[in-house]
């Protein structure tokens, strides 16, 4: 019933930039906290940026400064703005609800590549 879907994702230039969206359905969008993580291949999935309830943001410092995490309670959808990015930020993006439980994205495929 609970769905997070993705998308936004593609192959950009070294120094471009891409928005993801995440579009929640099946659940009080509202009251859940926020995130996006990554996971590149042979590595950890990873902390990219997380937005609460009330708005409040954070950020891993690999991208701080370059990302912007944002929500819209009235779509039910998080966003993450990426902007100046590096071949480093190459990964599959996840978007995931927290709160009681726990949600994910089946992930969007971000390639930052010349």
């Known amino acids: 019933q609970v769905q997070l879907v993705e998308s936004g994702g593609g192959l950009v230039q070294p120094g471009g930039s891409l928005r993801l969206s995440c579009a929640a359905s099946?659940?009080?969008?509202?009251?859940?906290?926020m995130g996006w993580y990554r996971q590149a291949p042979g590595k950890q999935r990873e902390l990219v940026a997380r937005i609460t309830n009330g708005g409040s943001t954070s950020y891993a410092d690999s991208v701080k400064g370059r990302f912007t995490i944002s929500r819209d309670n009235a779509r039910n959808t998080v966003y993450l703005q990426m902007n100046s990015l590096k071949p480093e930020d190459t990964a599959v993006y996840y978007c995931?609800?927290?709160?009681?439980?726990?949600?994910w994205g089946q992930g969007t495929q971000v390639t930052v590549s010349s």
């Open positions: 995931s609800a927290n709160s009681k439980n726990n949600y």
């Open positions: 099946g659940l009080l969008f509202s009251v859940y906290a």
